[in-house]
């Protein structure tokens, strides 16, 4: 192989050009440095005592819960229930998938039993008929507990109820990897879990082949009534050998962060979206997308297909059962988007992605 050096012609050579500053383009921003891989089972003790300085909106404070308390808008009314029997719930048998399969169930809420660079990873499992604070499930859940394979790793976005069920955890065989935000890892080794991995944003882990990163969302943290923000919160990026990527939002609010994940991670093959628990907006709207937001946030993401999730399930807030299904749909068309993308499973339903 010969190598040539082009040379610049005269005009180039007799003065370089000044460009206009007010019309030179903006640099591109630098690429961001890879993150470093932290081993598995890897804990902190040095972990900051508040996680508040993340939050990228304010808590709700007297005066709102003052007026939530007074509009009572926190369950849908009668006439948003009678679609409740209309549901989409299609429970059946997993599919195969062998290593080269990217194979997605949804079990429910924000649960998924996601099969990927030849490990099934459980994401925010939460198999119980009922959560605190909530009533019991809309729909069952779309897998029973018996019918799963061998679970290799659990991921968990945050500490809520509706996320962190400890009913469903105490399932699992105390050596089961489990990845979780920074300064959760104390809650697992309590119940004696041998191999959690604690990560902040932007940090990763990889486990038999397939990567984990911990990446931000717009939410927040509290379990008790003295641990506000004490741990963190987010979503992951999953990433196998071959390249194919997974974004699992777990539970957030529309923001810049999907931008910015887009560009450290992209060619995102999926993106599991929340487009449920959204009204009334002036309460939620800092903490959990409406359907357009889930769709603009895709966009951002950059990702190739979209699957809904966090609605269905779980009763947390007021807008009509199905509504966040029949908005997401109109919104994606509106995007024109391409249909065969939205992954609108039922409860219970799988999707495949094969090579």
């Keep these: 192989m010969t190598e040539r050096t082009a040379h610049p012609t005269r005009a180039a050579q007799a003065a370089p050009h000044q460009p206009d500053p007010a019309t030179a383009p903006a640099p591109s921003p630098a690429p961001p440095p890879a993150p470093v891989l932290h081993p598995v089972g890897r804990l902190r003790l040095d972990w900051p005592r508040s996680f508040a300085d993340r939050l990228t909106a304010p808590l709700p ?117 489990v990845f979780v935000p920074a300064g959760l890892g104390r809650w697992f080794v309590r119940r004696r879990f041998s191999r959690v991995t604690e990560l902040d944003w932007w940090e990763a882990a990889e486990l038999d082949g397939v990567r984990f990163d911990f990446v931000p969302a717009h939410h927040w943290s509290k379990r008790t009534l003295l641990d506000t923000c004490r741990s963190l919160w987010g979503g992951w990026v999953l990433t196998d050998r071959s390249g194919r990527r997974v974004h699992f939002a777990g539970d957030t609010g529309y923001g810049r962060w999907f931008a910015e994940i887009g560009r450290r991670y992209p060619g995102i093959d999926l993106a599991l979206l929340p487009i449920g628990a959204y009204d009334p907006r002036w309460w939620l709207s800092d903490v959990h997308t409406d359907p357009e937001e889930a769709v603009r946030a895709h966009q951002d993401l950059g990702a190739r297909r979209m699957a809904p999730m966090h609605w269905a399930t779980f009763v947390l807030s007021s807008e009509p059962v199905l509504e966040p299904l029949t908005r997401v749909r109109t919104a994606w068309e509106q995007a024109g988007l391409r249909r065969e993308d939205l992954w609108d499973l039922p409860v219970g339903g799988s999707r495949v992605l094969v090579p």
Excluded: C, Y
């Excluded at 549901?87 to 924000?110: N, Y």
């Excluded at 459980?122 to 198999?127: E, K």
């Design 61 to 177: 404070g007297v005066r709102a819960l003052a007026r939530l308390a007074r509009e009572g808008a926190v369950r849908p009314r009668p006439e948003g229930l009678r679609d409740i029997p209309l549901l989409p719930f299609e429970p059946g048998p997993l599919p195969p998938a062998g290593p080269d399969t990217l194979a997605i169930t949804w079990a429910g809420h924000a649960s998924w039993v996601l099969r990927m660079g030849g490990l099934t990873v459980l994401t925010d499992p939460v198999w119980s008929r009922r959560i605190f604070g909530t009533p019991a499930r809309l729909t069952p859940v779309g897998v029973r507990w018996e019918d799963l394979p061998r679970i290799d790793a659990v991921v968990i976005s945050h500490n809520h109820f509706d996320h962190l069920d400890a009913p469903t955890l105490k399932r699992l065989p105390r050596h089961t990897p």
